[in-house]
């Protein structure tokens, strides 16, 4: 069964303050690591898939790594509207189209 | 492109009555998902389908039921609403397996 963990739950930071969120997972094979926000109220967003050991994807001040353990979002230089719930998620072969969801991390952003 | 659409948007609903939630999309999707989102529980899998005339239970079916009869539309009945059903429900759509999912805005349902 595939297995998502994220950490911390939650994260406060100052604007301009640099940090990383983590997601550790358990897959049968990986056919894609996924990256949404959530605002309050609204539906997830897609941000990036990452498919291999390695890759990285980046855009604005998200930067998203992968490792065969582990992917991490690095937020650079965080504003206020980066606030948001962080959720990743995994695809693995043997789960045909089925996404396993962590628990996310909320991050708020103060001016 | 509307992308994925919900209806409604809230409902409050009494032990034991009957509901569809209504979910579409314009993309021309092949797969579609649905999901509900618990405090600390995370997104959860209920059904998916993969296309028109093909669906498949996900983590929790219990108490749900989907058919695809379109490629556009996914509707999720809930049969006799039991208060353990008050949550957000969003659906979802993809192109195919291991390319991203888009989301609806979801469903605020409350069984009293």
């Known amino acids: 069964e595939d297995q998502v963990t994220q950490s911390p739950e939650a994260l406060r930071l100052q604007e301009g303050e640099s940090s990383s969120l983590n997601c550790s997972y358990t897959?049968?094979?990986?056919?894609?690591l996924f990256w949404y926000r959530q605002d309050p109220g609204k539906g997830p967003e897609f941000l990036f898939t990452?498919?291999?050991a390695g890759e990285e994807k980046e855009k604005e001040r998200l930067k998203a790594t992968l490792t065969k353990k582990e992917s991490f979002l690095h937020i650079t230089a965080p504003k206020p509207e980066d606030s948001a719930t962080y959720l990743c998620?995994?695809?693995?072969?043997?789960?045909?189209?089925?996404?396993?969801f962590g628990g996310g991390t909320r991050v708020l952003v103060k001016p | 492109n509307a992308g994925v659409t919900q209806t409604p948007k809230f409902q409050v609903l009494k032990t034991g009555q009957s509901m569809t939630l209504q979910c579409a999309q314009d993309m021309n999707h092949e797969y579609m998902s649905w999901y509900r989102q618990d405090p600390g529980m995370g997104l959860r899998l209920i059904h998916y389908s993969v296309g028109a005339g093909i669906t498949d239970q996900g983590e929790v079916p219990n108490g749900y039921n989907v058919s695809r009869s379109t490629t556009e539309d996914f509707p999720l009945r809930l049969l006799s609403a039991a208060p353990s059903q008050t949550s957000v429900y969003f659906c979802?759509?993809?192109?195919?397996?291991?390319?991203?999912?888009?989301f609806g805005p979801g469903t605020r349902l409350t069984v009293l």
């Open positions: 998620a995994v695809l693995g072969k043997a789960a045909g189209n089925k996404l396993t």
């Open positions: 897959v049968s094979g990986l056919r894609g």
């Open positions: 979802a759509s993809s192109r195919d397996r291991g390319y991203e999912q888009f």
């Open positions: 990452l498919y291999s």
